[in-house]
């Protein structure tokens, strides 16, 4: 379904995401700023590595940006998708495109994105959470705040929804073209193709491939410049129409159109048609990538959509062969910049510098000073550490050439707190004489008491088995409004049931195996309630009643 | 479950007027280096507002469901204060935000009537920075204000007779309370002038106090803070952009050089002389401040818009996109007597010397 212009950053606040998950190439601060506005909970960044930016303001630890960079062998690949994972209290959104989180994006070129919202287990938010666990292993820093993010997104339910037809998929193990084998209709001659990418490959032998693969009655090449193309697509595409945009406009998108007479398939993502974008997976030596492919009936829409706004055809034979950066060149990179992270930690600031092999600084001050020099960061060229005082704010500077960076000291346990200020923790009490958890609870109680009015006197009492009685069942109550339990729900709950023992603990575990087994996307929560009763079972104290019987009653009474 | 594909709309952020070069962000950038303010607030008033918005939002003394409605709505109301009993035309050229003809309704927040993205950098972190200097901010303490401001916040709706008649009251009874952002033309009350100047100053010399090209320009600027309200703005720009320990100068002969030499190319005349002359500013640059050249050079072979340039001819032409206009004005801006091509953040910082002086 193609729709009218849609303002990204609106689309991201009218979702309202508790935590929102975005990959790119390249950002910068203005971006970063206007995504801090617009997301009212948490902000992760996994970028490339060579164009970071030191946050100045992290947004009282709202915002964290991530380097991803791969080994040495690897050091001349582009970490390229372009994808925002989003969830709030009910659902996930993705937007998965071809913007960066780059000024340039957002004024200047013409972008492409597929918006989709979903439920939390959704095949196609499961296959891009499976894509971002992977995703740790890469990063500079911080693999720990995306894995933790990540658990809150993943949600373990005995019957996601089906939807076989739409794919999202990335090219870590296969490339993107090997993935369009494999998921478009075989021995089918396509009414025509459409090839919609700023960048071509210059490399013969891949577009040979693609055409064996792929036959069509027409292949047409929508690109920047409508008199030249490569002479690798000359000379295997000599049938071909090149279509380049009208007026003054020009595109950064990339799409792949696959037309049959009933379904038209739309592949589209950051994958440029180039040999590292499109024909190479990362493992063999290409970008990384985020693509969709949608299976939509044949429609005029679409016809209409790739009339629109474009020249009319050329044929191949009156276009040039032109091979120069223009056509070829990837992306245009920026002279890669120096940038750091700061990152507290119990007694220390940790310090990561990001420092381009080309890049020479000479006197290179830390504000707090550091406690050793720096030290390179093993396997990763161009890294180095260094671990200062505890502060708000580390301060970078050279004389020369004049450079300064302050960086805002990211705080993880505060982040992790703003989880639970945006209601994504499911017994986290501010006020802790409302917990279930029996010891916070004693203490609250123990500090503040609770008075009860008995005529013109307050008499303080310390309630606690029937404060702990109320507070259970009013955490129930809001229980029950939660659509969905995610995997760090199940290591909540698995805190709070570790944490109990005697009488309350089995009471507690007890209404709590009740209420997730009624619960529609409770049963994995129930399920490590079962698990933990075994300790009851083993108690002395318990050996006179028939636990199994009371299991069964509250399992199945719904009284 | 389906996926709509779309375009994406432009979006304006404060700075990107276009410019093939990235020049005018670069200049940006560089001028903060230095001076630690947002050019889209040039009135001290907007740094009080701020702060206070900020306040009442992290204290929540005002329930906001979503901050960006919150903050433009606050925003249009700030305006509608500064208009309030004035001529529709009084505050025009008076470096004010959203001044215009249409009505600005502070009811709703995005109304398509506004500009959005001007709110997201007056928000921005270098608008909190000089605040940083002001000791505790007296004015949050009015009670009543808040009051007015938390009744403010629950209506909405469009501007109609109804709640034009509201918003008049309740402008009224914010000018009754004397209230200190809240008032006819955006002038600070006297003490906040002086708190504002001498944070100014604070800021500033804090950012430069560490090298010695901050030095420089803090003793280039230091007397004009005695100006205060006379201070000739000319004279300011002309002493910090013509300084050649500064990086401005030099920065501004390359950008100047380029489009000279880039315009001939465009014209179809000879440039050969006018690259040489770049090619020595270049030098110049690269020699007293590399950092500045290596900033600079990134998008030189790539520019953004309007132009192309060749690699086979080694020229630029014109491309598709090309804006006559648009660029006759960085041709003029680059054939400037004063050899000024950007003036970084210098007119601001006059301005706000002058608002702020005693």
């Keep these: 379904m193609i729709t009218s212009p849609k303002d990204f950053f609106e689309e991201i606040g009218r979702f309202e995401p508790i935590s929102g998950l975005f990959l790119t190439y390249t950002l910068d601060r203005d971006v970063i700023e206007k995504l801090a506005e617009v997301c009212p909970g948490t902000v992760i960044i996994l970028h490339d590595h060579r164009h970071g930016v030191s946050l100045e303001d992290n947004h009282r630890h709202k915002v964290v940006c991530l380097p991803v960079a791969f080994s040495k062998e690897h050091a001349q690949h582009c970490f390229h998708p372009k994808l925002a994972l989003l969830r709030n209290e009910t659902e996930a959104m993705i937007m998965i495109g071809s913007a960066n989180l780059s000024r340039d994006a957002f004024v200047r070129e013409k972008e492409l994105v597929a918006t989709g919202r979903m439920e939390l287990d959704h095949p196609v938010c499961t296959a891009a959470i499976r894509f971002l666990e992977n995703l740790a292993g890469y990063l500079v820093n911080g693999s720990d705040i995306l894995l933790d993010a990540l658990k809150r997104f993943e949600v373990r339910s005995a019957h996601p929804p089906e939807d076989p037809e739409k794919h999202v998929f990335f090219n870590q193990t296969q490339s993107v073209f090997e993935q369009l084998d494999g998921l478009l209709p075989r021995e089918q001659v396509f009414e025509s193709i459409h090839i919609i990418s700023p960048f071509l490959p210059k490399d013969s032998n891949f577009l040979e491939q693609f055409r064996k693969r792929f036959v069509a009655n027409k292949y047409r090449f929508h690109l920047r410049l409508s008199d030249k193309t490569t002479q690798a697509i000359k000379t295997v595409f000599p049938d071909a129409e090149i279509v380049s945009p009208a007026g003054n406009s020009s595109f950064h998108y990339k799409a792949y159109i696959f037309r049959t007479r009933q379904t038209d398939y739309v592949a589209l993502g950051s994958a440029n048609f180039t040999t590292q974008g499109f024909f190479r997976s990362a493992e063999a030596f290409g970008n990384m990538e985020s693509m969709l492919l949608l299976p939509l009936p044949a429609s005029d829409q679409l016809t209409t959509w790739l009339k629109n706004g474009w020249k009319k055809p050329v044929a191949m034979a009156d276009v040039l062969a032109d091979d120069s950066a223009a056509l070829v060149g990837e992306e245009f990179q920026d002279t890669p910049l120096p940038y750091a992270y700061a990152e507290r930690e119990e007694k220390r600031t940790r310090v990561v510098l990001y420092l381009p092999e080309s890049f020479s600084i000479r006197q290179l001050s830390c504000k707090p000073a550091l406690f050793r020099d720096w030290e390179p960061m093993k396997d990763l060229p161009g890294f180095y550490e260094g671990y200062t005082g505890i502060c708000q704010q580390v301060v970078l500077s050279s004389r020369v050439p004049k450079w300064e960076q302050k960086i805002c000291a990211f705080d993880q346990e505060e982040f992790r707190n703003l989880y639970t200020y945006y209601g994504d923790s499911l017994f986290s009490e501010s006020d802790k004489t409302n917990s279930i958890r029996s010891k916070e609870l004693r203490d609250a109680l123990h500090r503040s008491g609770r008075s009860v009015r008995v005529g013109h006197s307050m008499i303080a009492q310390r309630p606690f088995l029937e404060q702990f009685f109320r507070n259970l069942n009013t955490r129930l109550e809001f229980l029950g409004r939660k659509r969905y339990f995610s995997a760090w729900h199940e290591s909540e709950l698995q805190s709070v049931l570790n944490a109990e023992e005697g009488g309350v603990g089995c009471y507690q575990l007890l209404k709590l195996l009740q209420f997730f087994s009624r619960h529609p996307a409770g049963q994995v929560m129930a399920q490590l309630c079962r698990e933990q009763f075994g300790k009851y079972r083993s108690d002395e104290r318990f050996r006179q009643m028939d636990l199994d019987a009371l299991l069964e009653v509250m399992e199945n009474n719904h009284a | ?358």
């Design chain 2, 1 to 358: 479950m389906d996926f709509k594909i779309s375009l994406i709309k432009p979006v304006e952020f404060e700075t990107s007027k276009l410019d093939p070069f990235g020049f005018d962000e670069y200049a940006e950038k560089a001028g903060g280096e230095f001076m630690p303010f947002a050019t889209v607030a040039r009135k001290p008033a907007y740094y009080f507002f701020i702060d206070y918005t900020n306040w009442l939002l992290e204290e929540k003394l005002v329930e906001v469901k979503k901050p960006v409605e919150y903050r433009l709505r606050m925003e249009k109301l700030l305006v509608r204060s500064w208009m309030y009993g004035m001529d529709r035309d009084a505050l025009r050229a008076r470096s004010i935000i959203g001044v215009s003809t249409r009505r600005i309704n502070p009811f709703k927040g995005n109304d398509g009537n506004w500009v959005v993205n001007t709110c997201f950098r007056l928000y921005g972190n270098s608008v909190t920075q000089i605040m940083q200097y002001v000791p505790e901010f007296s004015l949050q303490k009015q009670e009543r204000e808040i009051g007015l401001l938390r009744e403010f916040l629950s209506m909405e709706g469009p501007l109609d007779k109804r709640n034009e008649a509201k918003l008049n009251k309740l402008l009224d009874q914010l000018k009754q309370l004397k209230s200190r952002c809240f008032r006819s033309g955006g002038e600070l009350i006297l003490s906040d002038r002086r708190l504002f100047l001498s944070a100014l100053k604070s800021s500033i010399r804090d950012k430069n106090s560490d090298s010695e090209t901050g030095k420089v320009f803090l003793s280039l600027i230091r007397p004009y803070f005695e100006k205060g309200r006379h201070l000739n703005r000319e004279r300011l720009q002309a002493a910090v952009l013509g300084n050649q320990q500064l990086p401005f100068y030099w920065a501004n002969q390359y950008m100047a050089a380029l489009v000279r030499a880039v315009d001939s190319d465009l014209d179809g005349k000879p440039s050969r002389a006018k690259w040489d002359a770049f090619e020595r500013s270049r030098k110049e640059l690269k020699a007293r401040f590399p950092m500045e050249e290596r900033k600079l050079s990134g998008k030189i072979t790539h520019p953004s818009c309007w132009i192309v340039y060749d690699s086979a001819t080694g020229r630029y032409r014109k491309g598709a996109d090309f804006d006559e206009n648009k660029w006759n004005g960085h041709v003029n801006n680059a054939g400037n007597s004063e050899g000024r091509y950007h003036a970084f953040r210098t007119g601001t910082l006059a301005q706000l010397i002058i608002e702020s002086g005693l």
